[in-house]
């Protein structure tokens, strides 16, 4: 086969302690997955997950130790840090029961669901689709994955974003709605799930703008830090 033109290489992400990298196929985001978060959204109570998506090359993916430079986006003025636990799927499957999710999990990451917060309220406003909001080039950054082997106590790990050295958001992963293994569940109920898939499980409390020459410095207890300088 040839194709007219080169296709683009795969988005990829760094693993922790390995030369190989994770090829990203989809990367799926859950939404309001954590209640304090859910309450400053104006949302209570606990509705039943959902999801949008991001392109896998809006990936902007960190090796150990670097700081990456993300460019501050075009049409906004309103640019938000959401600092999430991301789950990597090296399994795939459909209907995947929350018993069995554990193994379709090849690792964890820390990740960035950077918003285009003003365009998202305007698009909730109209009914309109989030994609210009959510979707946009380089608003997925991510560190390195480390294996799930090597990852241990991830469900009940404190999860925080400093902003040029100042607390933004804290939390803990053992605070989320909709626990890995359920949004596992649910997400597979709905997509058939394959290696290479990246799920950003949703942000604590404390999102807030972020402007150019900040520094994002995001954790999520032992997994490799992300730092993200905004240019
Ligand atoms: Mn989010």
Redesign the pocket.
Known sequence: MSFVFSPPAAASVAIAGHTGRFPVRRIY???R?YEEHAKEMGHSGREPPFFFMKPADAVLAADAGQTVDMPYPSLTTNLHH?V?LVVAIGLGGSQIKSADAHRHIYGYAVGL?M?RRDLQNEMKKQGRPWCIAKGFDHAAPIGPITPAAEATGVESAPIALQVNAQVRQQGNVAQLIWNIAETIEQLSAAWALQPGDLI?T??PAGVAAVERGDVLHATVGGLAPLTVRIV
């Open positions: 985001c859950v939404g997955n959401e999430e669901d918003t950003f949703g942000t």
